[in-house]
């Protein structure tokens, strides 16, 4: 542990970096990330129900399916969970906790991230039998729902409860934030040791009483707070730190993340929360379920699924072809646990399951990162023709100049299908390096650790078959 944590000393901190460091220490700098995606999301929303109704020639259609997505998994896998830091659904939440003053607690039938599992199963599911992606119209429904949800959800209840509990989004950029370069962490335990006032976590007041300063409302407490799970980056520690001991370090991505048993602040050990085991597994099992929806294979399992059952309902085959594949994954945790107890000869199934399902985590990342990557890369470049096209009806006039749809693509085909399976490659390497961990860490051979070995490759080979075929090119006129 100690040399972890002088290893993460050694790398340098973010805020010690001219301009980009003043700009984040900046009282405001939040606030103003967050107008510049709002006013995008404005432009979405006007776009999405009253712009054309073609999915590749409207902002709703195309900027959060294809832009949005790509930047939040290039930024998590470079930089860090910079969209939660600017996040626009937050602003009408601060609005309503301004003025609803809310008292209210998180219901402790409701703990954890079960609603936030269960929201993310319903919104996946919703994308693929309600083809979220080809209709600018329901899509800005989606994101009025979540302006109007952050909105509700933190008028009533006090602190960040949507961040925490509801927030499909979050949780995607939580588990992501596992394998990014940077956290927000404390500079000098020492300084932390003397504080007496603690203002990261209870926020800074006047001598009057009256808050100046918030401190972190997830609960995480810097000096025993360790990676970045939970963590939006708002920086509210940083502000309210007297001592200035809070930085954004860069780090080796999952080293601190590695042992599930280490007591975080805010969530406990990783190995006692069947809620974050569960956002886990399932969120592995739809990033591959998600990318097969996306390859003419499912036209044709849908179809011989359909003969099977005796149905053409497509919302209901799709529910159970999601099902299906989240069982599939559960089972193969459930039996990989039961064949490592067994060969280890130590610990039952659930024991195995509750420490190595976890190293699931960079393989089904690197599947949604291939997957985004793979739409970014091919589709970037419409968001030239779309704004001026968006110009042009809103004023009627070809401010920008006039649309050429042909752009589309950043990268050829070929080199975008090289990136995303080394992308996909360096998940699977993430995991495989956990599972070892691990499995050093609790004494287990080689041998012990095979089951979980042979799942991780299963699921890598599945995923670059995946990525090898015909996918579609949703969002651009390509497709």
């Not at 149905?311 to 594949?325: D, M, Y």
Request: glycine share 10%; with cysteine.
């Amino acid at each position: 542990m100690e040399r972890e944590r002088r290893l993460t000393l050694r790398l340098p901190d973010l805020l010690a970096i001219p301009l980009v460091g003043h700009f984040l220490r900046w009282r405001h700098a939040r606030t103003s990330a967050q107008a510049v995606l709002l006013l995008a999301a404005l432009m979405l929303l006007y776009d999405g129900f009253f712009g054309p109704p073609l999915a590749p020639k409207n902002l709703a259609g195309v900027l959060p399916w294809v832009h949005w997505r790509g930047f939040v998994v290039l930024s998590l896998l470079l930089l860090g969970n910079w969209f939660c830091f600017a996040c626009p659904f937050l602003l009408p939440r601060r609005l309503a906790q301004r003025w609803f003053r809310p008292r209210l607690a998180w219901p402790h039938w409701l703990p954890g991230k079960w609603v936030a599992v269960l929201l993310l199963l319903l919104f996946f599911w919703a994308y693929e039998a309600f083809d979220l992606w080809a209709s600018p119209l329901l899509t800005a429904w989606v994101a009025l729902a979540y302006f109007v949800g952050a909105f509700v959800v933190d008028g009533l209840f006090r602190g960040a409860a949507f961040c925490k509990h509801v927030c499909p989004i979050g949780q995607f950029n939580f588990m992501g934030s596992l394998l990014s370069p940077t956290q927000v962490t404390i500079r000098n335990p020492a300084v932390c040791t003397s504080c007496r006032t603690k203002d990261c976590i209870r926020g800074r007041f006047s001598p009057q009483g009256t808050l100046l300063q918030r401190g972190c409302e997830l609960g995480l407490f810097q000096p025993r707070k360790v990676g970045n799970l939970d963590c939006t980056f708002c920086l509210d520690c940083v502000h309210a730190c007297p001592y200035g001991n809070v930085g954004i370090r860069f780090r080796l991505p999952l080293l601190d993340e590695l042992d599930p048993e280490r007591n975080r602040s805010g969530i406990g050990p990783l190995a006692s929360r069947t809620d974050w085991l569960t956002l886990v597994v399932g969120l592995t099992a739809i990033g591959f379920l998600n990318a097969f929806g996306m390859v003419s294979p499912i036209y044709r399992f849908l179809s011989w699924l359909s003969r099977v059952l005796g149905t053409s309902n497509e919302r209901v085959l799709i529910a159970i072809f999601f099902t299906g594949g989240l069982a599939i994954l559960a089972a193969a945790v459930i039996g990989a646990s039961w064949l490592t107890s067994r060969l280890a000869r130590r610990g039952s199934t659930g024991w195995v399951a509750s420490r190595f399902a976890y190293t699931l985590a960079p393989l089904g990342f690197g599947m949604w990162a291939a997957h985004y990557l793979f739409h970014f890369f091919t589709g970037a470049l419409t968001i030239v023709p779309l704004f001026q096209s968006f110009a042009y009806d809103l004023t009627g006039r070809a401010l920008l100049g006039v649309p050429d749809w042909r752009l589309a693509s950043l990268l050829s085909l070929q080199t975008t299908g090289d990136l995303v399976v080394v992308v996909l490659g360096l998940g699977a390497a993430g995991s495989l390096l956990w599972t070892l961990w691990l499995g050093r860490k609790e004494g287990f051979t080689l041998a012990a650790l095979l089951p979980w070995i042979v799942v991780h490759a299963s699921l890598f080979l599945f995923g670059v078959w995946l990525l090898g075929q015909p996918m579609e090119m949703r969002g651009t006129l390509l497709g």
